[in-house]
């Protein structure tokens, strides 16, 4: 008798298998990458959501919308700071000292600290900042280090900052059609510059250090040490007002730090997911270099945002930007309805 011999693979034929299993990975893994992204992005609107409600729960306690900062009276510590306690943050508000500049060596523990709720998972570096400028006048860093002298200091990032506005310069907005081809003209709130860095005769350079509060008609003004924006003062409706929105690009050297009331903050006069440059020089005691800013994201195709209400939504980047630019102002009586965004 003879025993039939059990045939095995072929090369070829084993070559037909991997690649049969390489294509349906490459099918899948965008199916898969999607699917983590939609996760990600629903953290991410969590967050917000669960700043927009801390900010709510202050409104009820204080009557009014938390300071944005500026030197007084806290200081120079941003909003985001005020609204510790509604975030279940109260041992670091506690430690928190409101009397000192916000730049001081005492607030290292308070500015090196990660708040998760700050932090957009999708983010693909969410690190401790180690060499951000000193913001506001006062301390300039931790004059125990080497770097104090330098008027540096550590500092933990946010990706949720507040709305200071449209940019509105001047007597006129933002011309929502000056972004188109390079070297476009743009103004940006707080530095007006053409794509070269040289001031436009639309929109002059602001005056004073950090511009002037004519550019901030958003829920937050760092410049001014005027009373904080109560809810009746959001006459264009809290439904149509940016509270917090997404930011993902450096704007500048002490951007984006969580505690900061110049770091923390971000206007809609330029499109959503602008490709930044590098603006002029502002009168900044400081020397800082300011570049345009603008609400930008890692998330594909737009940016998320808290309105006044609370509510969360996803604003793509085609929207119009003279509606994007309404978004930003509290009071500037346009008109925008919720189809429009």
């Known amino acids: 008798m003879y025993r039939s011999r059990r045939r095995g693979f072929t090369l070829i034929e084993l070559l037909v298998v991997i ?16 699917a983590r992204e939609a996760a990600r992005r629903a953290q991410c609107t969590n967050n917000l959501k669960q700043l927009a409600l801390a900010t709510h729960n202050y409104i009820d306690a204080a009557g009014s919308f938390p300071y944005a900062g500026g030197f007084s009276p806290q200081r120079g510590w941003g909003m985001h700071a005020m609204i510790l306690p509604q975030l279940e943050q109260g041992p670091l508000y506690d430690a928190t000292n409101f009397e000192d500049n916000v730049s001081c060596m005492g607030a290292a523990t308070v500015r090196t600290a990660v708040i998760t709720a700050f932090l957009c998972p999708t983010d693909p570096d969410p690190v401790t900042y180690e060499d951000r400028a000193v913001p506001v006048s006062g301390c300039f860093g931790d004059p125990g280090t080497p770097d104090g002298a330098n008027g540096l200091f550590r500092g933990t990032l946010t990706h949720y900052v507040g709305s200071y506005g449209d940019g509105y310069n001047n007597g006129r907005a933002a011309d929502p059609y000056a972004f188109e081809g390079a070297g476009a003209r743009y103004g940006c709130g707080g530095c007006n510059s053409d794509g070269n860095g040289t001031p436009t005769a639309d929109c002059p350079q602001p005056t ?18 005027s009373p904080p924006v109560r809810l009746a003062g959001v006459r264009d409706g809290t439904s149509n007002t940016i509270l917090f929105g997404h930011t993902a690009g450096i704007v500048r050297s002490n951007s984006l730090v969580w505690f900061t009331s110049t770091g923390a903050i971000n206007g809609t006069s330029l499109p959503i997911n602008w490709t930044l440059l590098r603006s002029t020089r502002q009168g900044s005691p400081f020397g800082s270099s300011w570049t345009g800013r603008g609400f930008t994201s890692h998330h594909p195709g737009g940016v998320t945002v808290a309105l006044c209400d609370g509510s969360v939504r996803f604003l793509k980047e085609t929207i119009d930007q003279r509606v994007f630019n309404a978004l930003g102002s509290r009071a500037g009586g346009e008109v925008v309805s919720a189809d429009q965004f």
């Open 208 to 225: 004073g250090a950090y511009g002037s509060g004519r550019n901030h008609r958003g829920m937050f003004d760092y410049t001014s040490t």
């Open 19 to 34: 690649a049969i299993i390489g294509v349906l990975i490459a099918l899948l893994l965008p199916a898969v990458q999607a």
